[in-house]
């Protein structure tokens, strides 16, 4: 059964307005969460990640915001570009498991047009 | 720079071959994984290592077995290639349970 999931398989956008990815988990050992992006024909790159003891984390135009009550985490891309095109992938750790195991989502796909 | 380094990046194998998919890192990493990502599936965990000598199964391991003699290297062995293990093959590496750095990718194509 999967722990993290990415219920929006895919979404559109288009340039300069926000995108809103979201993420559930159901695991309440989870403590740590990231954001991948992946393009075609490459491996997953790390974006952003969030400890469970924060609500929100920023990075330039990337923002995480967690809901631990609700398991609930989104990520937030302002201004959207073309270039954000890609697959992205919620992942999550959990704090009392093996060192570095990751759980992933199964990824939305974003395609920011013109 | 190398990161995380896979081989090869394509192969096609023919059902009831066996193969090796090479790993290997240059950050000293203790922890590393192997993933495979299929169509609508995300990324699926096959195989762990949290140091040399030391395995475990993730979530989809059967038919691949692993082994970890050393720190840098981390390669995964089909033993028998059947036509539903056809996908997509990452390692990744990381030093704590923060962000895993993944290697490009090995296209696998089993007929």
């Known amino acids: 059964d999967q722990q993290v999931k990415q219920n929006s398989p895919s979404l559109s956008v288009q340039e300069g307005r926000i995108s809103i990815l979201n993420c559930d988990y159901t695991?309440?050992?989870?403590?740590?969460f990231l954001w991948y992006k992946k393009y075609p024909a490459e491996g997953p790159t790390f974006l952003i990640s969030?400890?469970?003891?924060?609500d929100k984390n920023e990075d330039g135009r990337f923002t995480v915001f967690l809901n631990k009550s609700a398991k609930h985490l989104s990520l937030h891309i302002v201004p959207s570009q073309p270039g954000d095109s890609a697959v992205y992938f919620c992942?999550?750790?959990?704090?009392?498991?093996?060192?570095?195991?990751?759980?992933f989502g199964r990824g939305t796909q974003l395609t920011v047009w013109p | 720079n190398a990161g995380v380094t896979q081989t090869p990046k394509f192969q096609v194998l023919k059902t009831g071959q066996s193969m090796t998919l090479q790993c290997a890192q240059d950050m000293n990493h203790e922890y590393m994984s192997w993933y495979r990502q299929d169509p609508g599936m995300g990324l699926r965990l096959i195989h762990y290592s949290v140091g040399a000598g030391i395995t475990d199964q993730g979530e989809v391991p059967n038919g691949y077995n692993v082994s970890r003699s050393t720190t840098e290297d981390f390669p995964l062995r089909l033993l028998s290639a059947a036509p539903s293990q056809t996908s997509v093959y990452f390692c990744?590496?990381?030093?704590?349970?923060?962000?895993?750095?993944f290697g490009q990718g090995t296209r696998l194509t089993v007929v």
């Open positions: 695991n309440s050992m989870f403590d740590y």
């Open positions: 990744a590496s990381s030093y704590s349970r923060r962000e895993a750095f």
């Open positions: 969030i400890s469970s003891i924060k």
């Open positions: 992942a999550a750790s959990d704090g009392g498991s093996t060192l570095g195991r990751l759980y």
